[in-house]
């Protein structure tokens, strides 16, 4: 299977961890969001993903998938290895509040696509729109999800990763990259120093990738 990637899409790192912790064998297929407008945005890959977001699933059959989230949730009925999804429906509902706190509350919030609407037509200069990332990131964001993993670690839900996990670690990445601070964070943070020990997180870091600028 392929994956269609860009190294700093914080949604093709979350599916990135995934394929790592389940062990699953892909391709790497690098989009380029920036250069010529975003090859994102051709019509070539608006075959593979209507909504021109990355990432794209696309599996042997020429199959393609869209939606992080979606894409794991599939990656992890249809594959052996550790479950991202907990069986207990319980612990289910909380790793998947989390996810979506993430990616359907804070993320969609702070895509490129937004941050660039507000400069243009908007007009906002980059200093606001920094200052929406970092307000958008941390309240009812980041520091809702401090409150709502779990306090013991390692993980955000226990001893094993969940999608929890892969959806927490990009948005840490976004939010240094963008310099908002993180204090008070503390489980969140100890989590995010946990999983940087592992092997299957180093590897989907967005500079190991290949496309890594
Ligand atoms: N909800 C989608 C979000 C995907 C998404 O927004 N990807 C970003 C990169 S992290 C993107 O392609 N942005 C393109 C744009 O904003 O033009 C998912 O989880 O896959």
């Avoid at 010529?36 to 209507?50: C, Q, S």
């Avoid at 969609?108 to 970092?134: I, Q």
Wanted: charged share 20%.
């Amino acid at each position: 299977m392929k994956i269609h990637t860009y190294f700093r899409s914080s949604a093709a790192y979350r599916v990135r961890i995934a394929l790592n912790l389940k062990g699953i064998a892909h391709e790497l297929v690098p989009v380029h969001m920036y250069r010529d407008g975003g090859e994102h945005r051709t019509e070539g890959y608006a075959a593979k993903n209507p909504q021109r977001l990355v990432p794209t699933l696309e599996l042997g059959d020429g199959t393609c998938l869209g939606q992080s989230l979606a894409i794991i949730e599939y990656l992890d009925a249809t594959h052996p290895g550790p479950r991202l999804i907990p069986d207990d429906p319980l612990v289910a509902a909380r790793v998947r509040a989390v996810s979506h706190a993430i990616a359907c509350d804070i993320h969609p919030l702070n895509n490129l696509r937004v941050m660039n609407y507000l400069k243009d037509p908007l007009g906002h200069g980059e200093a606001e729109v920094r200052e929406w990332y970092a307000h958008w990131i941390l309240n009812g964001g980041l520091d809702a999800v401090e409150r709502l993993i779990d306090p013991g670690g390692p993980f955000c839900f226990g001893d094993a990763p969940t999608l929890a996990d892969c959806c927490l670690v990009p948005q840490l990445f976004n939010a240094r990259r963008f310099g908002v601070p993180l204090d008070g964070l503390g489980r969140v943070l100890a989590v995010e120093a946990h999983c940087a020990t592992l092997a299957p997180f180093q590897a989907a870091h967005p500079s190991a990738q290949p496309d890594a600028e």
